[in-house]
C-alpha cells in the first residue's frame, strides 16, 4: 500500500482545512487508516482513525472540530478540519493498517505504511 497526502497549508485560526490520503491498492478497504501528527521536536502524537467498518476514533483534542472519513470508491480518507486553532500546528501524517486491535488504533506503532507528511499551520 502506498499512501499520498495532501491538503495542508496555512489558515488562520478559526478556519478549515481538509487532508487527502489517497492510497493505491485494491485491499486498501480492509484497511484501519489513521491521521497522526507531529509537532517540532515531539514524537507523532494519534489524531483520528477509521476502520473498514466506519468506526472512528479521535484523540479528545478534536473531537468535534475534525472528521475523518473514507471513500473506498476513490481509494481515500479524508480528514476535514474545522475551527483550527494554533496548537493544529504540525506535519500531519496518513498511516494504514491492518488487524489493529481497539486498545492500538492510537499507538503510531500499529500502522505499518506511512505516506509523507503535510504541513498545516495555523496562524494565531
Known amino acids: 500500500v502506498q499512501l499520498q497526502a495532501s491538503g495542508g497549508g496555512l489558515v488562520q485560526a478559526g478556519g478549515s482545512l481538509r487532508l487527502s490520503c489517497a492510497a493505491s491498492?485494491?485491499?486498501?478497504?480492509?484497511?484501519?487508516v489513521g491521521w497522526l501528527r507531529q509537532h517540532p521536536g515531539k514524537e507523532r502524537e494519534f489524531v483520528a482513525a477509521i476502520r473498514s467498518t466506519g468506526t472512528t476514533y479521535y484523540v479528545d483534542s478534536v473531537k468535534g472540530r475534525f472528521t475523518i472519513s473514507r471513500d473506498n470508491a476513490k481509494i481515500t480518507v479524508y480528514l476535514q478540519m474545522n475551527s483550527l486553532e494554533p496548537e493544529d500546528t504540525a506535519v500531519y501524517y496518513c498511516?494504514?493498517?491492518?488487524?489493529?486491535?481497539?486498545?492500538?488504533?492510537?499507538?503510531?506503532?500499529?500502522?505499518?505504511?506511512w505516506g509523507q507528511g503535510t504541513q498545516v499551520t495555523v496562524s494565531s
Open positions: 491498492g485494491s485491499t486498501f478497504s480492509s484497511y484501519a
Open positions: 498511516a494504514a493498517g491492518t488487524r489493529i486491535i481497539m486498545t492500538m488504533i492510537r499507538r503510531a506503532s500499529s500502522y505499518a505504511y
